[in-house]
Every structure is written in structure tokens, then in C-alpha cells.
């Protein structure tokens, strides 16, 4: 993924940052800004995903390709 995008878009895909990723609160989401890495690593550090599926599931919602689940 074109980490600019995910930065360029931010605003548009906080929300669907929030839906999937509840545990995330506004303070963090406005702290991390769009930051591609700061984000993966605090899903990472919230959730214990892997890396490979947060960046995937970014993915998605940076392309739209599809909902958020």
C-alpha cells in the first residue's frame, strides 16, 4: 500500500479505522495522524494481530476494495 494514500486519506478512513479497531480511542487515532507505522504498531500492541493482516485489512479500506468487517 502507498503509505501517502493511507495519510491522504485519512479523515475518510478514521472511521472505518474505528469500526473495525474499537479499542483504538479518538486521543490515539488524532495522536497517530495518519502515521502508516505508528498505526500497525499500536493495532499490533491493542489487538496482537500480525502485521500481515492489519496492512491487508488497510489495505482495503485505504482501495476501497471492500467493507469493513
Known amino acids: 500500500m502507498n ?7 485519512w479523515r475518510e478512513v ?7 479497531w474499537g479499542q483504538l480511542t479518538d486521543a490515539e487515532l488524532d495522536e497517530i495522524g495518519g502515521n502508516y ?8 500492541q ?3 494481530a500480525a502485521r500481515e493482516e492489519i496492512e491487508r485489512a488497510l489495505d482495503q479500506m485505504v482501495t ?4 469493513v468487517r
Open 64 to 67: 476501497n476494495r471492500s467493507p
Open 3 to 9: 503509505r501517502d494514500i493511507l495519510q491522504g486519506r
Open 14 to 20: 478514521r472511521g472505518q479505522i474505528k469500526a473495525k
Open 46 to 48: 491493542k489487538y496482537g
Open 37 to 44: 507505522d505508528i498505526l500497525v504498531g499500536r493495532i499490533q
